[in-house]
């Protein structure tokens, strides 16, 4: 089966993953068929559908006909034979149970097409033993989604011992046309991946507590408010079901090794019954209170060898081929919600001193989850997981919210790199950017500065709100102003020009930030606006100075007091953005816009900057200073190259002299 050939999809199961990715397809313009054991399932699972097609238009994220095309294009169904029958993809979402899933495909193999690709929607069962059950093994794969489909970006592609070439790109393409990120998981090994770096991780948690190296609560406060996570480990795992967490566990154990083995803490827990939200009572009582995590209780010891633990799984699965590092970074950051990736994670603590931790650790423990990988060794002694990337930048100081790059022709990148959180500004990336400006405008190699997101989500959806309550008194929100004015007032005013490169959201800070740069291009799936009014703020990083300068005060008034999204193409038309692509022509034009401005004279270049800014404040004396500019660029050697190109009629090569 070829991508190009696909039309129908089936999905088997209408339960919250299989309603999920029927509503994802359908949105993708594929002929869907939902189907379900029973009636009363299939019109519940269609049923949810059509409420999130709605709500998805009341928000605006979809237009009323689209969502209506949408539910037009699902047909729910009993009959099996009606369900598959016609299907070119069969997507399966049954239960997470190996006979469950295995029954479902003797069935469904008497009436799918023999063209037919099956994908399974597993999140740890073997794919070359579910296909086996099957007649195709060379046409099944697993296309393992993450709870909710409509949201989550992440779907994990995974290849099965007998799975053809031509099938995974076919699946690959078809998840990529969803909308969603795809990520290829090479061998077929438990847990693939975003599940074999969390559910250790939260099996580590449970054996710090069963062996009173540390409590719920000084776990939780470390790896939500030391290491970042989104949530605590505990709080996770009572989200996710201890149950769920104990199951896969015991796969893994029973597939990969005694390092695997549940911890007791988390076998007393599951034997009591106390699975967590679903059932009200888990690591915390949810009858009673519920989750309540301190902000100060973390320690460096317990982030150390949670890290560490995380690290060792990094490794092994480097060493067995199931994925490299930046692949695992993405996947554990789309489909976990990490601010980082682990590989990252564990490069900025250090790899030697991981592998040193996990030696101790297995000295005085004697437990087989402590043994060093390969991989991890190797990965140390060359200086980390990334130590080999090309075209990023080794500054001074350690990013960990940015990237700098190298593309070439002259031009430094910083890429905001924080792509789970939708690059989402907080305190830390606001020095970073300082930090990495002048790294840029220190170095004589870079002649323009170009500014991009990670993914093509967002270029920055804003402040990093959830990171910046505490700084809710009055004060520490003056300075938090004032901090954010100054690190973008620096782009606005650096010697190098500066182009925003807008993919995705542009909103609130992340606009903010645009607005500072000279130049903005923008692609065509792009949205920018100020959302500030919706939270009962005001844009405090400039917005409202600079937004009335581009488009004029009423204009920028209705921006603002309406706190809507605005697509690409009408802020072009307000004079906010410059210039409007094609997605798929974006990265070409924006490496090209910066090249051509690093091209240009850097002595009048930054010279016409300062002018410009001062005449904005005081018209007087930016024209004085105009003409002292002026003046000094006559005895400039850069003067000299211009004019000589000019007669010759060729291309000037300026020096900044």
């Given at each position: 089966m070829q991508f190009e050939d696909i039309e129908t999809v089936a999905v088997l199961g209408a339960g919250n993953m299989g309603h999920g990715i029927a509503e994802v397809a359908a949105l993708a313009g594929y002929e869907v068929t939902l189907r379900d054991i029973e009636e009363k399932f299939v019109e519940s699972g269609y049923e949810q559908i059509?409420?999130?097609?709605?709500?998805?238009?009341?928000?605006?994220?979809?237009?009323?006909?689209?969502?209506?095309?949408?539910?037009?294009?699902?047909?729910?169904?009993?009959?099996?034979?009606?369900?598959v029958g016609d299907a070119d993809v069969i997507i399966e979402a049954v239960p997470e149970q190996m006979d469950i899933k295995k029954d479902v495909y003797s069935e469904v193999e008497e009436h799918a097409p023999g063209r037919a690709v099956f994908a399974t929607n597993t999140s740890s069962l073997s794919i070359t033993e579910l296909s086996e059950v099957t007649d195709r093994p060379e046409q099944f794969c697993g296309m393992h989604f993450f709870n909710p489909p409509v949201r989550m970006q992440l779907v994990e592609v995974i290849e099965g011992d007998h799975t053809s070439t031509e099938t995974i790109d076919a699946v690959d393409r078809l998840a990529e046309s969803f909308g969603k990120a795809p990520v290829r998981v090479h061998e077929d090994s438990p847990g693939f991946i975003v599940n074999r770096v969390l559910v250790p991780l939260m099996n580590e948690a449970c054996w710090l507590v069963t062996e009173n190296d540390a409590t719920v609560a000084e776990v939780d406060s470390t790896a939500?408010?030391?290491?970042?996570?989104?949530?605590?480990?505990?709080?996770?795992?009572?989200?996710?079901?201890?149950?769920?967490?104990?199951?896969?566990?015991?796969?893994?154990?029973?597939?990969l090794g005694t390092a695997y083995e549940p911890a007791p803490f988390l076998v007393e827990t599951v034997e009591a019954e106390r699975y967590g939200q679903k059932t009200g009572n888990g690591f915390y009582n949810y009858e009673n209170g519920g989750v309540d995590i301190p902000t100060n209780a973390g320690t460096e010891a317990i982030r150390e060898r949670l890290v560490a633990v995380t690290a060792n799984e990094v490794g092994h699965l480097v060493e067995a081929g199931v994925s490299n590092p930046d692949d695992i970074d993405e996947a554990v950051m789309l489909g976990a919600g990490f601010p980082e990736g682990p590989a990252k994670m564990a490069d900025d603590v250090g790899l030697s001193r991981l592998v040193d931790t996990l030696g101790d650790l297995?000295?005085?423990?004697?437990?087989?989850?402590?043994?060093?990988s390969d991989a991890l060794r190797e990965a140390a002694e060359i200086g980390g997981f990334h130590a080999?990337?090309?075209?990023?930048?080794e500054a001074e100081t350690e990013?960990?919210?940015?990237?700098?790059?190298?593309?070439?022709?002259?031009?430094?990148?910083?890429?905001?790199?924080?792509?789970a959180r939708m690059n989402t500004i907080n305190q830390t990336m606001l020095d970073e950017l300082r930090e990495a400006l002048d790294t840029f405008e220190a170095d004589d190699d870079v002649r323009a500065v170009l500014v991009t997101g990670t993914g093509a989500r967002a270029f920055s959806a804003g402040a990093d709100v959830t990171s910046m309550a505490s700084s809710a008194e009055p004060l520490e929100g003056v300075e938090l102003s004032r901090k954010g004015q100054s690190a973008f007032g620096a782009f606005e005013a650096s010697p190098l020009p500066v182009v925003a490169g807008i993919d995705g959201f542009a909103l609130g800070g992340g606009f903010e930030l645009a607005m500072c740069c000279d130049y903005r291009l923008a692609s065509k799936r792009s949205e920018l606006g100020l959302p500030e009014h919706n939270l009962g703020l005001l844009p405090g990083w400039g917005g409202t100075q600079r937004?009335?300068?581009?488009?004029?005060?009423?204009?920028?008034?209705?921006?603002?007091?309406?706190?809507?999204r605005y697509d690409a193409e009408t802020m072009y038309e307000y004079d906010v953005v410059n210039e409007v692509v094609p997605n798929d022509e974006f990265d070409e034009r924006a490496h090209e816009l910066a090249a051509d401005f690093a091209a240009g004279p850097p002595v009048a270049r930054d010279l016409t900057k300062q002018v410009m800014l001062k005449g904005a404040e005081d018209i007087d004396a930016g024209l004085e200073l105009?003409?002292?500019?002026?003046?000094?660029?006559?005895g400039t050697d850069d003067l000299m190259e211009g004019i000589t190109a000019f007669m010759g009629d060729d291309e000037p090569e300026f020096e900044g002299e």
């Amino acid at each position: 089966m070829q991508f190009e050939d696909i039309e129908t999809v089936a999905v088997l199961g209408a339960g919250n993953m299989g309603h999920g990715i029927a509503e994802v397809a359908a949105l993708a313009g594929y002929e869907v068929t939902l189907r379900d054991i029973e009636e009363k399932f299939v019109e519940s699972g269609y049923e949810q559908i059509v409420w999130s097609l709605d709500k998805l238009a009341e928000k605006e994220q979809i237009g009323p006909e689209e969502a209506q095309a949408a539910k037009e294009r699902i047909t729910p169904l009993v009959d099996v034979e009606a369900a598959v029958g016609d299907a070119d993809v069969i997507i399966e979402a049954v239960p997470e149970q190996m006979d469950i899933k295995k029954d479902v495909y003797s069935e469904v193999e008497e009436h799918a097409p023999g063209r037919a690709v099956f994908a399974t929607n597993t999140s740890s069962l073997s794919i070359t033993e579910l296909s086996e059950v099957t007649d195709r093994p060379e046409q099944f794969c697993g296309m393992h989604f993450f709870n909710p489909p409509v949201r989550m970006q992440l779907v994990e592609v995974i290849e099965g011992d007998h799975t053809s070439t031509e099938t995974i790109d076919a699946v690959d393409r078809l998840a990529e046309s969803f909308g969603k990120a795809p990520v290829r998981v090479h061998e077929d090994s438990p847990g693939f991946i975003v599940n074999r770096v969390l559910v250790p991780l939260m099996n580590e948690a449970c054996w710090l507590v069963t062996e009173n190296d540390a409590t719920v609560a000084e776990v939780d406060s470390t790896a939500k408010f030391d290491m970042g996570l989104p949530m605590g480990i505990f709080e996770l795992g009572d989200q996710v079901g201890n149950d769920v967490t104990y199951h896969v566990l015991e796969y893994l154990r029973e597939v990969l090794g005694t390092a695997y083995e549940p911890a007791p803490f988390l076998v007393e827990t599951v034997e009591a019954e106390r699975y967590g939200q679903k059932t009200g009572n888990g690591f915390y009582n949810y009858e009673n209170g519920g989750v309540d995590i301190p902000t100060n209780a973390g320690t460096e010891a317990i982030r150390e060898r949670l890290v560490a633990v995380t690290a060792n799984e990094v490794g092994h699965l480097v060493e067995a081929g199931v994925s490299n590092p930046d692949d695992i970074d993405e996947a554990v950051m789309l489909g976990a919600g990490f601010p980082e990736g682990p590989a990252k994670m564990a490069d900025d603590v250090g790899l030697s001193r991981l592998v040193d931790t996990l030696g101790d650790l297995h000295s005085d423990r004697n437990h087989p989850r402590f043994e060093v990988s390969d991989a991890l060794r190797e990965a140390a002694e060359i200086g980390g997981f990334h130590a080999e990337e090309e075209g990023v930048v080794e500054a001074e100081t350690e990013f960990s919210t940015l990237e700098l790059r190298y593309p070439g022709d002259m031009v430094g990148q910083i890429v905001l790199s924080r792509e789970a959180r939708m690059n989402t500004i907080n305190q830390t990336m606001l020095d970073e950017l300082r930090e990495a400006l002048d790294t840029f405008e220190a170095d004589d190699d870079v002649r323009a500065v170009l500014v991009t997101g990670t993914g093509a989500r967002a270029f920055s959806a804003g402040a990093d709100v959830t990171s910046m309550a505490s700084s809710a008194e009055p004060l520490e929100g003056v300075e938090l102003s004032r901090k954010g004015q100054s690190a973008f007032g620096a782009f606005e005013a650096s010697p190098l020009p500066v182009v925003a490169g807008i993919d995705g959201f542009a909103l609130g800070g992340g606009f903010e930030l645009a607005m500072c740069c000279d130049y903005r291009l923008a692609s065509k799936r792009s949205e920018l606006g100020l959302p500030e009014h919706n939270l009962g703020l005001l844009p405090g990083w400039g917005g409202t100075q600079r937004l009335q300068r581009l488009v004029g005060m009423s204009r920028a008034k209705e921006i603002v007091f309406t706190a809507e999204r605005y697509d690409a193409e009408t802020m072009y038309e307000y004079d906010v953005v410059n210039e409007v692509v094609p997605n798929d022509e974006f990265d070409e034009r924006a490496h090209e816009l910066a090249a051509d401005f690093a091209a240009g004279p850097p002595v009048a270049r930054d010279l016409t900057k300062q002018v410009m800014l001062k005449g904005a404040e005081d018209i007087d004396a930016g024209l004085e200073l105009e003409a002292q500019a002026f003046g000094h660029l006559l005895g400039t050697d850069d003067l000299m190259e211009g004019i000589t190109a000019f007669m010759g009629d060729d291309e000037p090569e300026f020096e900044g002299e």
